[in-house]
């Protein structure tokens, strides 16, 4: 279970440039929910995701995990709980570590690192390649490749089995399918559900496509200048069209939607 | 050349890599531009002379010169890391302090070794190879080196450092905590680099404050060469390389002294190194931008994409 408790965020306090990019934020999240999020640029969407990761500290409320407060664990720590697939796909991997390399370093997350071989065993490897045999995208072969060698969308499948490779509770996707083509980006959706079904995941997507939004999970949040501005459980959001839910969100900013790529998609 | 010159340049060049080796850790492996190398060159020196003469084991003072080394290079890091210094300006402030701590060390400009026991003296006695028995004990050094580097990137804790330098936030969200890998790698570099501040203290017989001027761009070079040689896809290519480029850069120093063409003279090496790295990195580059062409554009473009969907 994740509970955000009245987290606020700004940047850049006290200048010119100050922007709130959270306000005042609750949001409960149940066991193997899967929660989309939707809204225009600058929403604090993405602020949202890294306040769960950890990587920006709120400077008011707490993050709770299982009820446990997490707000002051850093990121590394939350990595044991967290796993987090980013936008953009070389930021996910390392480009010159191999397929099982960077593998491994996510199969010792939370792990004391040591000076044993990184690869491990024959049979460690075997799991590593069975692991990447279950995205049935033809990777188990190119095991030894570098990450760099492989396309924008295998290497985000291999992110979110790296997010995923250990038990964890939340995934974090942030519009991970944002930067493919669309049949790259239709087949790590569809992976992403997958997994986050099978494991029983909590997730939270951030995603730039009403479509996806409304199809995918069971709750789709909108946000607006920081807030949360539209919540919609699955029965309710099982009745809605793409239309309906850009009429609605224009109704809930007071303006129409302006953001062409948020309505079209 | 002469054959004297030559053995000279082999022995340099090997002297040489450790240099390179410090240069790849922190400039390559970490993305950590490292400009202590320049103080911590002389550091080992200093320390390993200071122990010579005080009469410690001559094996002994050098691996004092390496603990040395990893303090100065954890100091840098610290800087970096816990104070937020960025990485080039903490490299600068410890090498500028360690040129007054080398002198503190030595208790003057330089310390003299020809009345102690090396551990080249040390060595000849073990096996005695005449003109090369130097070179056999710093080729040892070096290989040991290489393959201790090589060993090191392939284990847990290697593999960690070699995420947290090239892309520190995937690091993070795997749970590394990328400062301290930071911390880490660079006292292993600075490590290589004092070791070969105290061999070469003990190969010329003297230690001198002055000795580390110009490391730095002596490793880039090595370390620039041997990529521009050997490529740098894998690690052990790359330390191969290091070794390599810094055999190359020695004997192509030597051969423009001694051939005398252009009437290049020793107070011209710097130059001449300045000007070999620059041609290196251009033509790296150049290298580089063809093999990107050639691939067909950036790795995710839609043709190739197709092929997961």
Known sequence: ?265 | MSLFAFAGAIESGLLFSLVALGVFLSFRVLDFPDLTVDGSFPLGAAVAAAALASGIDPFLATGLAILAGWAAGLVTATLNVRFGIMNLLSGILTMVALFSINLRIMGGPNVPLYNVDTVFDVAESWIDLGLWTNTLLIAVFAIGAKLLTDWFLKTEIGLALRASGENPAMAEAQGIAVGRMRLVGMAMSNGFVALAGALFAQLQGVADVSMGIGTIVTGLAALIIGEAVLGRRMVFVATLGCIVGALIYRLFIALSLSAGWIGIQPQDLNLVTAIVVAIAVILSKGRAQRSRRKAGGAPNTAPAAKKAG
């Not at chain 1, 996910?92 to 997350?109: P, V």
């Not at chain 1, 279950?134 to 924008?152: F, N, Y």
């Not at chain 1, 919540?231 to 309906?244: G, I, N, P, S, Y």
Request: with cysteine.
């Open chain 1, 1 to 265: 279970m994740l509970k955000l408790d009245d987290i606020s965020v700004t940047f850049n306090a006290g200048t010119p440039t100050e922007v709130r990019a959270l306000t005042g934020i609750d949001l409960h999240i149940h066991d193997g929910e899967f929660v989309t999020v939707i809204g225009s640029n600058g929403a604090g969407k993405s602020t949202l995701l890294s306040v769960v990761v950890g990587t920006v500290k709120p400077e008011r409320g707490s993050v709770y995990l299982d009820g446990e407060a997490v707000t002051a664990w850093p990121p590394a720590k939350r990595a044991m709980h967290v796993g987090r697939v980013f936008q953009e796909p070389r930021l996910g991997t390392c480009s010159s570590l191999s397929i099982e390399e960077n593998l491994a370093l996510a199969a010792a997350r939370g792990k004391n690192r040591t000076l044993k071989g990184a690869l491990g065993s024959r049979s460690n490897r075997q799991w590593l390649a069975d692991q990447v045999a279950k995205l049935e995208i033809g990777l188990e072969d190119r095991m030894t490749q570098p990450v760099g060698t492989l396309s924008g969308g295998q290497r985000q499948a291999i992110s979110l089995l790296m997010a995923t490779l250990l038990p964890m509770k939340i995934l974090v996707l942030d519009e991970h399918t944002a930067a493919l083509d669309p049949g790259a980006a239709a087949k790590v959706l569809a992976l992403s559900t997958e997994i986050a079904e099978t494991r029983k995941l909590t997730t939270l997507m951030v995603t730039h496509s009403m479509r996806d939004a409304l199809a995918v999970g069971h709750r789709t949040i909108m946000m607006d200048s920081g807030r949360i501005v539209l919540d919609f459980t699955e029965e309710e959001r099982a009745k809605l069209t793409v239309q309906d839910l850009s009429n609605l969100f224009g109704k809930a900013i007071g303006k129409q939607i302006d953001d062409d790529k948020l309505m079209l998609a």
